[in-house]
T-cell receptor, first 115, second 109 residues
Framework: DVKVTQSSRYLVKRTGEKVFLECVQD?????MFWYRQDPGLGLRLIYF???????EKGDIPEGYSVSREKKERFSLILESASTNQTSMYLC??????????????FGAGSRLTVL | GQNIDQPTEMTATEGAIVQINCTYQ??????LFWYQQHAGEAPTFLSY??LDGLEEKGRFSSFLSRSKGYSYLLLKELQMKDSASYLC??????????WGAGTKLIIKP
């Protein structure tokens, strides 16, 4: 019954390492999103994609990049991890036009610690 | 700037009713969402309001007043499993979601 799968639940990386967070959805959704969730803050959008090979910056894209080579897969890349990127990362997907009542389906999250 | 305000934490008793408020100031409005998030789990969709009024779905109801920039989530007949964080999110004029920090609801027996 799993619909949005994030490859790693917990990761520990060192400063400067390259980090890949993978997200796969099996609902044939057009739209995919990467958020980070930090205590005391609302979800913050990092990047999103409305179609294959398409990507748009969210509110906090600095230090991140993304890749969407296939419809079902949306990867988040930290080129050179820093301690301030220690966070919970949530992937989500949705179908339909952004103006519709499209509901987000979230993955269980990837908790990244950068030492 | 854009802002969503919710109480940080609330406590209620099993079997009781609790109302979680959400006020917002955003550039435009294209709908308000409530999500539930149990500790360590993914947020899951609860409700969507785009017009003023009350939407009822079982034990959960959500209310919206666009003129007041206000919504609430009403949970009736509270159960222990309702212990979770409740996230309010507003879609702005660019159809981007602005999220509140969430309200942690603690249910006591």
């Amino acid at each position: 019954d799993v619909k949005v799968t994030q490859s790693s639940r917990y990761l520990v990386k060192r400063t400067g390492e390259k980090v890949f967070l993978e997200c796969v959805q099996d609902m044939d959704h057009e739209n995919m999103f990467w958020y980070r969730q930090d205590p005391g803050l609302g979800l913050r959008l990092i990047y999103f994609s409305y179609d294959v090979k398409m990507k748009e910056k969210g509110d906090i894209p600095e230090g991140y990049s993304v890749s969407r080579e296939k419809k079902e897969r949306f990867s988040l890349i930290l080129e050179s991890a820093s301690t301030n990127q220690t966070s919970m990362y949530l992937c989500a997907s949705s179908s339909g036009q952004p103006s519709g009542a499209n509901v987000l389906t979230f993955g269980a999250g990837s908790r990244l610690t950068v030492l | 700037g854009q802002n969503i305000d919710q109480p940080t934490e609330m406590t209620a008793t099993e079997g009781a009713i609790v109302q979680i408020n959400c006020t917002y100031q955003t550039s435009g409005f294209n709908g308000l969402f409530w999500y539930q998030q149990h500790a360590g789990e993914a947020p899951t969709f609860l409700s969507y309001n785009v017009l003023d009024g009350l939407e009822e779905k079982g034990r959960f109801s959500s209310f919206l007043s666009r003129s007041k920039g206000y919504s609430y989530l009403l949970l009736k007949e509270l159960q222990m499993k309702d212990s979770a964080s409740y996230l309010c999110a507003v879609r702005d004029s660019n159809y981007q979601l602005i999220w509140g920090a969430g309200t942690k609801l603690i249910i006591k027996p």
